[in-house]
């Protein structure tokens, strides 16, 4: 195995693409760019002498055992905390997006492996980041990009390092992950039981959804939450404001264009619906990150569209202040224009180029297409945005892209919730950590009976997703912060019993 020390700290990128939309991956992006400069000051104080970088050559096909090609798979380790040669090993998977030394450098798994004396490891999921070969994008090689050969790939893994350190049994393994990633934790536990003893899935959607305008309900709801500052006026102002926008289209797409400042006038019928989706992910993407978004929080959005002050005087109409909106989103990401073309979109796909380790709107898309669908739709009367989101005008592009036929796509997500039980997966020691403001709570596992058994759940009523995830800040919400001694207790909870386990099978060994 071959290591590179870290030389520095790196600009974090996206936590994940959940979502398809261009601006809520932007602001996804800019969110963990943020929580880099919020633990800098933190990672000063870390011994970056313990970080080391490896790679795997991985089976490209895990299931193919007469295929030999493989792919580098990168990962990084923190032996900083590590109590040898006993202590736990903690987990942080990757997601659709790269790994960095940050991922074994500071968030709450970090502290929790600070105070456990665990070793750190962040692994990197195949295709994202490093971990792709030079013609991984090709249509014909996305083949081997999955949910199912990225589990293998953990499996392997673990015996790889088990190897590496020298571990036993003695050493227990707990897994971490958000959103996506969050899910692949719960998935992992529930397929390798014998290989992590315990997981913790935050804002995780282990349930697949090919039309997901529950997204778009959730969102409409947190807006009139007024504990996160929200109200019925608001989420009235936003129905208003693009019910508004779509009429204005029909009449006089010059002007929409115009005061939104869209690099191109919206004239064909797919363009046009880029912008309503364009326009819906500003709102969408404050909601469902809302005071860890470096935009504008909940509160923030409401008070833009709801204010009645002098200061409003001349965007008194509902369609002016989502104008207004459009206006702070670009003048915060210091974009000219709002890029509206669904041929530029398409073309940007379509490029099968490894250009740099940020690339994963193409694989995201893949995956949508092949596993888990997540279209966010709002062709329900109670979505708050416009009905031009269609379930058909969103899943087109996978027959564009990959050529991968709409009528496919039921089976597909169907498949999925098959092979990994939906939203009721049976699994044991698997926390379940969801914000309440967060739409993809809606996709996850709660609060209940479940198989006879309830599930183990902490449920943040009043904060957005993966927040918990994230190292504790002074001003934090008092939810927040009792959610992660919440999430503390349950792990020291597994670690005590795995020991525990450990002590009776050792006992029985040696009474034999």
């Given at each position: ?6 030389q ?70 923190n032996?900083a ?38 070793l ?31 589990l ?8 790889y ?19 996506y ?8 536990r ?15 959607p ?16 947190s807006l ?11 989420v ?26 869209c ?7 797919r ?14 993407g ?15 959005l ?27 989103y ?8 709002l ?10 796909l ?25 279209y ?30 709409q ?8 498949f ?21 403001v967060?739409p ?10 479940d ?24 001003t934090?919400?008092r ?7 919440e ?26």
């Open positions: 195995m071959v290591f590179s020390k870290a520095c700290l790196v600009l974090l990128l996206l936590w994940n693409f959940t979502d398809a939309g261009r601006i809520l991956m932007n602001m996804k992006q800019r969110v963990r760019d943020v929580q880099l400069q919020r633990a800098k000051q933190h990672l000063l104080t870390v011994a970056l002498q313990h970080v080391k970088e490896g790679r795997i050559h991985q089976q490209l096909d895990h299931f193919n055992r007469q295929d030999a090609k493989t792919f580098p798979q990168r990962f990084f380790v032996e905390f590590w109590q040898r040669p006993d202590g736990p090993v903690f987990l942080f998977i990757g997601g659709e997006g790269p790994v960095y030394e940050f991922d074994v450098l500071a968030g709450h798994h970090v502290d929790m492996a600070a105070e456990h004396g665990a750190l490891l962040a692994v990197e999921h195949r295709y994202y980041g490093e971990s792709i070969n030079p013609d991984g994008l090709k249509t014909e090689n996305l083949a081997h990009l999955s949910s199912q050969q990225a293998t790939d953990l499996a392997v893994l673990h015996q390092i088990v190897q590496s350190f020298s571990l036993s049994r003695r050493n227990i393994w707990i897994s971490f992950g958000g959103s990633s969050g899910a692949l934790s719960a998935w992992f529930g397929k390798f039981p014998h290989l992590v003893f315990g997981a913790v899935a935050s804002s995780a282990v349930k697949a959804e090919l039309d997901f305008s529950a997204y778009s309900d959730a969102v409409g709801l009139m939450n007024e504990a996160v500052g929200g109200s019925e006026k608001c009235s102002a936003v129905r208003e404001a693009f019910g508004a926008t779509e009429a204005l289209m029909i009449r006089n797409v010059s002007q929409v264009a115009k005061d939104f400042r690099c191109q006038t919206p004239k064909d019928h363009d046009q619906v880029e912008l309503m989706q364009s326009l819906a992910d500003i709102v969408m404050t909601v469902q990150y809302n005071e860890e978004s470096v935009l504008m929080s909940i509160s923030d409401c008070g833009v569209m709801t204010n009645q002050s002098a200061a409003y005087e001349t965007e008194r109409e509902p369609y002016q202040r989502l104008v207004k909106l459009s206006q702070i670009r003048s915060s990401s210091e974009e000219p224009c890029d509206v073309s669904h041929e530029k979109t398409v073309k940007n379509m490029d099968t180029t490894v250009q740099s380790e940020r690339r994963a709107e193409r694989q995201w898309t893949y995956q949508t297409c092949t596993e888990f669908g997540f966010q739709t709002c062709e329900d009367a109670s979505c708050p945005f416009s009905g031009m989101v269609t379930l058909r005008s969103q899943t087109e592009i996978c027959l564009e892209l990959f050529g991968i036929s009528k496919s796509l039921p089976g597909r997500v169907a999925t919730n098959r092979y990994y039980g939906g939203d009721e997966p049976h699994t044991h020691r698997v926390l379940y950590v969801n914000g309440g967060d993809w709570k809606e996709l996850s596992v709660g609060n209940r009976t198989g006879g058994e309830e599930a183990e759940s902490v449920f943040i009523g009043d904060s957005a997703h993966c927040a918990d995830m994230a190292r504790g800040r002074v934090d919400r939810s927040l912060k009792n959610a992660r001694q999430i503390e207790k349950h792990v020291e909870s597994w670690l005590k019993t795995a020991q525990q386990e450990k002590k009776i099978f050792d006992h029985k060994q040696m009474k034999q």
